[in-house]
């Protein structure tokens, strides 16, 4: 038996969704994806939800919404997937990397403050050297489902008059209070705009799939218009009318209800995922806990986790193979993993540009060399869940020191 790293989780509804959308003879956006943007909107509590075709679309377009131009400054972690820095490059902008916080891996946000405090004193941070009013945006990554700390994002963003945009690939449903008296916060409600990801591994799907969600009105409307080249009217739900104005040189990235057939049934679904991905957490956290050479992951008392990852850490020290290998060895038992991510100042586009050395961001490049994602999706059987657990402990007993 073979266990893949993620697998999705399809019903009848979503197939039959979908068979509906592509007999209506309506394909591209609208009453789907209208609907979709509404449920979304209700179950993040905000005003407006805006589907586009990916994230990082969505992160692309939320910061052309708040007036994001040709060199300013975004910061964010080095430990994320490219796009969250790639679309800083696309919108002519330079990112300003953070290093990590070791027990979340989450953007540090006492090393975001350091890192304006010295900016703002003239010093070149992270490759960057620029006056301080051309940083216009922070934008912390919710590693792996667990919110970064978005009250202490939002003090820094608010004292530096900074935007504060969240990428929330991973964190659907998660959920944030900065204290343990402070009312639970819905991952959506924190930031100026968060922008989602329906990729195919995510807790909910649409194959591909964005939304960017945020209670601002003029945000929203530039969004919308940018997702579908500017155009200032939405012709979607009609083909009767032919005129139409372009105000703003925008993008073809709207979401299609092809994919939002899929989002509306994940949607309702998804406090069922998200409950098995719960199970498999923490029979991971139950079979790994003694396992000397095995570090589970740490969850913050003010965090509810979407479980969108599990990722452990290996405690090299008390291995005699390296993480390398002990993919590998997984791989042979018919264990699918992967890494989450090689952080973007090693790659060789900002590593060139910036002059980068693997060891200016050490957490992020430290727990990189140990960090492995396991399989953790809502369709996996009890079956595949045990043989995940046998071969990872097998391979660690193997290597013990």
Known sequence: MKVPYSRPHLTDAEISEMVETLRSGWLTTGGRTHKLEKEFAAFCGTKHAVAVFSCTNALH?????????????????TLTFGSTANVVIHAGGIP?????????????????????????????????RSPLDRVKVIMPVHYAGQMADSDRMRKIADRFGMRLIEDAAHANPSRYRSSPGAPWRRCGETADLTCFSFYAN?????????????????????????RLHGIAKDHSLSTSSWEYDIVLPGFKCNMMDLQAAIGIHQLRRLHQLWGRRKEIAAAYDRA????????????????????????????????????????????????????????????????ERFGFTEGDFPVASGEFKRAISLPIFPSMTDEELNKVIESVGSVAEKHRL
């Open 61 to 77: 377009l939320a910061l052309l919404a708040v007036d994001f131009r040709p060199g300013d400054i975004a910061v964010l972690p």
């Open 96 to 128: 300003l990397f953070v290093d990590s916080d070791p027990k979340t891996l989450c953007m540090d946000p006492e090393k975001v403050e350091s890192s304006l405090q010295r900016l703002s004193q003239g010093e070149t941070v992270s490759g960057v």
């Open 202 to 226: 995510k807790c909910i799907t649409t194959g591909e799939g964005g939304m960017v969600v945020t209670d601002n009105d003029d945000w929203a409307h530039k969004v919308r218009l940018m």
């Open 288 to 351: 790994f806990a003694d396992v000397a050479a095995i570090e589970t992951p740490t969850i913050l008392p003010g965090r509810v986790m979407s479980w969108h990852m599990y990722v452990i850490r290996l405690r090299l020290e008390k291995l005699s193979i390296d993480r390398r290998r002990f993919i590998l060895e997984l791989d042979r038992l018919g264990v699918g993993t992967t890494v989450c991510w090689k952080p973007v100042h090693m790659h060789p586009y900002y590593r």
